[in-house]
Structure formats: C-alpha cells, structure tokens
C-alpha cells in the first residue's frame, strides 16, 4: 500500500509539472506575438472582432423581437402591417451581413498576420542556432517541417476562432436568458396540497438541457486528443515518404525498388486507415451525443410552454420568440459539446508545436557544448581530441595537428576511422567529443559534402547558393560553368528546375567546386567531394582549386590515393601516429605552440 501511495505521488508530481510546463509554454506562443511590435494592427483587428460579435448578439436580439410582432400579427389579423415589418427585416438581416462579412475578413487578416510572425520566428528558430540538422541528427522530433507549415496554421485559425466566439458566446446567452426569463413566466407545480412555484422554468430546463449534453458528450469524446495527436503523426510520416519516393525515383528506378516502395507506402497508409477508424469511432459517438439531443431541443420549449398554450395565456408570437430565444440560448452553450472536437484538434497541435520549441531550445543549448573555439589565431589547431556519439560512445581518437594557413591538408584513414566526423565538428555541426579545436574567428570558411544540396529554383540561384543569386552575373556564370565543365546548361541559367534531381552526381560534385570558385573562402574543407568525378575531372576540380584560389587553406577528406599530389601535408587517423608534413612536422609545429 506505501508503495502504491509513493507511486501515485510520484505520478501526480510528474503530470503536474507537466501540465506547468504546458501552461507555461503555451503562453509563450501568445506572449511572444502579442507583445511584439507587429501586435498593434492586430490588436485593432481583434477587438473589431470582437466587437462586431457583440453588434451580431445585438442583431440577434432584433430579429427575435421582430419574430414576436410578426407573429402576432398573423395570429391577430393585422396583414396590413406585415408590408413594413418585412421592410423592417430585410434592413435588420442587410446591416447584421455587412458586421458579419467584414468580421471574417478582418479575422482572416488578423489569422494571416499572426501566422506570418509565429512562422518567421519559428523558422528562425529552426535555422539560425542549426537545430533543423541537429533535430534530425539526434532523432528528437518527427516532422518539424510539417509543424511548421501546417501545425502553426491549424494553431492560428483554432485560436482565433476559440477565442472570438467564447468572447460573444457568454454575451449571447446571458442575452437570450433574460429574454427567456421574461417571457417564461412561472410553471405551477400541484403535488397533492402542495404548490411549487419555479419561476423562469424555460431558463432552468434550457441550462439542464445543455449541461447534459456537454457531460455525454465529454464522456463519448475525451480521448479525441491523443487519437488527433496520432492521426497527424501518421498523416506526416505519409507525406514524407512519398516526398523521398519523389526525390529517389532514379535511384529507386535502378534497384528495381517500385514493389518495396508501394509495400513501404501501403504499410504507412494502413497507420492512417486504422487511426481514421478510431476517429470516425470516437467522432460517431460524439456526433450521437450531440444530433439526438439536439432533435430532442428542437421540439423541447414548444413542449414546455404547451400547457400556456392550451391555455391561451401565451400568444403566437410569443411562443415563437421562445422557441427561438430557448434555440438562441441552448446554440450558444451547445458550443461546447459541437467544438469539442476543435479543443481536441487545438490541444494536440500545441503540443506538437510545444515539442517543436522544446526540440529547438535543447539544440541551443546542446550547440553550447561545441568542442570548437573561435579565437585570434590564424591556424587551425586541434588538440587531442575523442570524438562521440550523442551518448557518450568513443567513435574516433584525432591526433593533434596544426593546419596553417595556405596550407592544403589531406585526412586520410579506413572507413569509420572518423574523417567526416571531424570535418563536422570543425563544422561546429558536431559537438559530441573530449577536447579542443581552434579556427580562426575571422576568416571565412566553406565546407563541401559529399552530396552537396542543390535547392529548388534556378540554375543561377543554385550556383550561388548559399549567396543571394545577383552575385552571379551573366559574365561569372558563364566563366565558371565552363570551367567546371557544366557550360551546356548556360541557356537554363534561369530556369526554374529541381535541379538536384536534373543534374546528376559527378555533374552536382562539379556545380560544387563552382560554388567555391564564386566564394573564395579562406578555409576550405573538402569532403569526399570527387568521389562520383572520374581522375580526369578531379585533377580538373582540384588544379581549379590551387589555381583560382591559391591562398586559401585547404583541408580535404578522400580516399583516392591520386589526391595526395594536390597537398602538403597529411593527417593520417589509422594510427596514433603524429601527422606528417611536407614541410614540417606537426610534432614541431605543437611544440613551437608551446
């Protein structure tokens, strides 16, 4: 029984902090934006909004009092004056569609500038500090393109919509419960010699009625929100297979890999068809919970004023504004149980998002941890260093050594020995390891991969990349894809492609080598960047290199041996052994540090 009792405690502790955290970060979501300097024009558009929910209430309010004289005046006979109340009506219903069209287009701009902001800042998040690499590197998130893009959106529009509508709502009711007060009456109750007298009875049955309603139908629908949660997990995997089929249809082509694909596809779809069943399950209840009440409500206050009725205490016109205020009254705490699913929907997409900052904030700090120090020095200094992995797990020991400026250095070693790892640490993209490394802080650097990304766009605009495409002009454009052999897609210059799957490998390790030409860093790190060029093409790339750029430093990662006459001095990760230098040895150069 101890041991149940401190579990349970441990337990309420656990979920406490965690609706803490949920309550603080979500306010975090609305504190950033309303406080920024764009909130001001926003803040107009929603109270107009709101505003003009109110002014809705107001019209609403009319049309119920003009339902009572229209009425009336066809229960007594005066058709003379239906003329002038319909004249009346069309006036009421032509100014409450102008309040009500103009609050949906300042919602949406409200929605569109809102959304904006959030999806700026969180792309900044995501890009400036590195975490959209290190997310995936680490395997902390799924899908954070699609919170982004799509979560952020389905955010905005339920918030807004939430917010606006609990605004009037409560205005809406308390409204349309006084009217249902006055016109009510008191229902007499006979029990034997006792008389019970319940005042504004319409009024109690319509809350009863609605409260009901709302507990069946939490009690049919709470578990909407983890299933909404899977549901868009599900529906992101989907879309992100696909989008690799797409980007690896050659490849793909090549294995003959179009069965293992549609079976990848139907497995993935199948994830989506199960939890759809769960939704249409759990939303069939809640729809039940709602519709047979809801048919019930729709003959519910004639019932109840049936007795006055028959009495001829009530007029027709009155029963009819009864009829709508107790409609009125009910609609607007029927919203409750109706939006049920969108609290739902809303409580799983901030969750996503919350995941999403949560992801980025420990990258930023994890970015932190870097073994990379920036400093005044000109060289490239790395002393004794271990790489790891995320958990800790040795990968790799780096010898230490000291690449001095102008300096063309080759890493060399077996496969797995660490000679990517280490040109992503120097990348600062890397930060899991024992030890020091230290590059110059002021000096520009350019890191080459082995598959380099080539981004949707033009030509020109993936020539020049990462730099904005009106550094490369007509003239260096075509100088440099001649240079590097690519001069037939000069026409193309500007021709919107997906020129990552037009182009193909040896041809995208070329475009590469044309992108530091363009750049002229002082550091340049080359990282299995020849490895789809045949020897002719990479004596090319690498003579272009010493010869457009002879003042850089270059340190390059390969395995063919042919590479070695492009450098001079060798770092060699198969041993403990100090590296070697053409011209000095790095023993020398550690010891001089000293």
Known sequence: MKEDALHDLIYAEVEGRQRAHFRTSTWWLFKSYWTSSDALVSALLAVFVIGTGFVGVYFSLRINQWTGKFYDAIGAGRFSTIPSLLMLFLLIIMVAATVTISAAVASDVLKLRWRTWLTNTLIDKWTRSGAYFRIERDKLLDNADQRISEDVKLFVDYTVTIISNLTHIPVSAVTFSIVLWELSGSYVLKLSDFVITIPGYMLIAVYLYSVITLLLTHLLGRSLIPINIRQQKVEADFRTLMVQIREGAEQIAFYDGAAVEASRLRATFSSIRANTWRIIRVSSQVMFGVQVPGQIGSILPVLLVLPQLMAGTMTLGALMRVRAAFSSVEGTLSYFPQAYQSFATWRAVVRRLLALLDAMEAQASAFELNVVERTEHTSIEVGALTLTDPQGKEL??????????????????????????????????????????????????????????????????????????????????????????????????????????????????????????????????VDEATSALDLEWEHRMYSLLIERLPGSTLISVAHRKEVAVFHDQFVDLTSDAIPTSAQNSASNQAKSKE
Not at 487 to 513: I, K, M, T, V
């Open 396 to 525: 790799s020991y780096i010898p230490p050594f000291v690449v001095k400026p102008g300096a063309r250095c080759l890493i060399r070693g077996r496969s797995g020995a660490g000679k990517s790892t280490l040109l992503r640490t120097l990348a600062g993209i890397w930060p899991f390891g024992i030890g020091t490394i230290a590059v110059p802080a002021r000096t520009s650097m350019m890191f080459v991969p082995q598959k380099s990304y080539v981004p949707v766009g033009t030509l020109r605009q993936a020539l020049a990349y990462p730099r904005d495409k009106s550094e490369v002009d007509d003239a260096m454009a075509q100088d440099i894809l001649t240079m590097v052999g690519l001069e037939q897609f000069l026409p193309l210059l500007d021709q919107p492609d997906r020129w990552g799957l037009r182009l193909s490998g040896g041809e995208q390790q070329r475009l590469a080598f044309a992108r530091i030409i363009i750049a002229r860093p002082d550091y340049i790190f």
